[in-house]
């Protein structure tokens, strides 16, 4: 008795837990930095805060413009920023 | 000569940019907190860094997880997380 190779493969992958989409995900981001494979952003805080675009359509991306509240007003959407403030000593 | 009211209101919003979504933009967040009007998070950060969620698809929100590049292979996206550190006196 030989396991198919497509059936060792199969048992091999259920190892890992698979990535199941949810239903209607696709693109988020249709905007900034579409030429490169993943947008990470490194960003430094020294005092005070800072408020991050969540929704890909800042225009100061990847501060906030506020555009969240009219993509929200335009699609049903509920996203907002991030605002990380530096914690006092 | 009078405006007819609906021009006047026309001309009237045409001092503000229209707001036009992108082909095919939608919803953005699939998964967190969907009962409430508009996800914005507050964060602190006393020192070093923290990595922050931008695919609305983290289980450890508003933190990353790594859900993005599961997220990005399925759809084709290119998203990632933000890093922020404190930047040192």
């Known amino acids: 008795f030989q396991v198919a190779p497509h059936q060792a493969s199969r048992a091999s992958s ?3 837990a698979e990535y199941e989409p949810i239903e209607g995900e696709g693109k988020i ?3 900034i930095d579409l030429d490169i494979p993943k947008v990470a952003t490194m960003d430094e805080i020294e005092k005070g805060k800072k408020v991050y675009c969540r929704c890909w359509l ?3 991306f990847p501060l ?3 555009t969240h509240q ?3 007003e335009a699609t049903g959407d509920n ?3 991030l605002i990380v403030s530096v914690k006092k000593d």
């Open 70 to 72: 009219k993509h929200n």
């Open 14 to 16: 259920a190892l890992f």
């Open 79 to 81: 996203v907002g920023p």
């Open 64 to 66: 906030c413009d506020g």
């Open 29 to 31: 981001n249709l905007k």
């Open 58 to 60: 800042s225009g100061t």
